[in-house]
């Protein structure tokens, strides 16, 4: 059941470029979206997020967009430093009485070549 | 800046055994939750915990599993007897308030438990 989609297993970018990551979902119930950085034996960092009643969020070098019609939306860094180097996670919480836990996609795997 | 602590880092059990998983959550958070990442799988939800009481379960969180706020700081994960099966990463997270729009939630370093 792959609520929350993360189709590229792994992305290689020049330093200083930009970074794409995207993400879909398919539960039109979802109301926040969430990225999440994780380094390996460290538990996941949350990055930044956006409410479904925005389409675009923006902080420092990481921008959030958000198509709800497309269900869609795709993580922004630019520029790409090495220390960006991580697994991302998307996710997604819904209203509705979910208590808001955290659906998760399975992740994409950013290599930032110097 | 506060942080989501876990131990112990590593616990390896036998098939059949009980574990404790231990959490400390941000001092002025409120809502806890415990998710796990079998090898090479996504994260997953288990369960959240508020107000003293478990809110929601996944369909993984079982009988041979349990949650306590034994006091005003550690939040557990008990599994009764544990199964080859789980054996993952289990990451502890922690959010300040839902009623105030704020839905971040703060993820520990994670316990590997190893069932052998």
């Known amino acids: 059941d792959q609520q929350v989609k993360q189709n590229s297993p792994s992305l290689s970018v020049q330093e200083g470029r930009i970074s794409i990551l995207n993400c879909d979902y398919t539960n039109s119930m979802f109301d926040y979206f969430l990225w999440y950085k994780k380094y390996p034996a460290e538990g996941p960092t949350f990055l930044i997020s956006i409410s479904s009643i925005k389409d675009k969020n923006e902080d420092g070098r990481f921008t959030v967009f958000l198509n709800k019609s497309a269900k869609h939306l795709s993580l922004h860094i630019v520029p790409s430093q090495p220390g960006d180097s991580a697994v991302y996670f998307c996710?997604?919480?819904?209203?509705?009485?979910?208590?808001?836990?955290?659906?998760f996609g399975k992740g994409t795997l950013l290599t930032v070549n110097p | 800046e506060p942080e989501v602590t876990q131990t112990p880092s590593h616990q390896v059990t036998q098939m059949g055994q009980e574990v404790i998983l231990r959490c400390v959550p941000i001092?002025?958070?409120?809502?806890f939750y415990w998710y796990r990442q079998i090898l090479g799988q996504k994260v997953e939800f288990l369960v959240s915990f508020y107000n003293n009481e478990i809110s929601e379960k996944s369909e993984i969180f079982d009988d041979q599993f349990s949650v306590e706020r034994p006091d005003g700081s550690n939040f557990t994960l008990k599994i009764r007897s544990t199964k080859l099966e789980d054996s993952a990463m289990y990451f502890c997270a922690s959010n300040i308030n839902l009623a105030g729009g704020v839905y971040e939630q703060y993820f520990g370093p994670g316990t590997r438990l190893t069932v052998t």
């Open positions: 996710a997604a919480s819904g209203g509705g009485g979910s208590n808001y836990k955290l659906t």
């Open positions: 001092s002025n958070h409120l809502y």
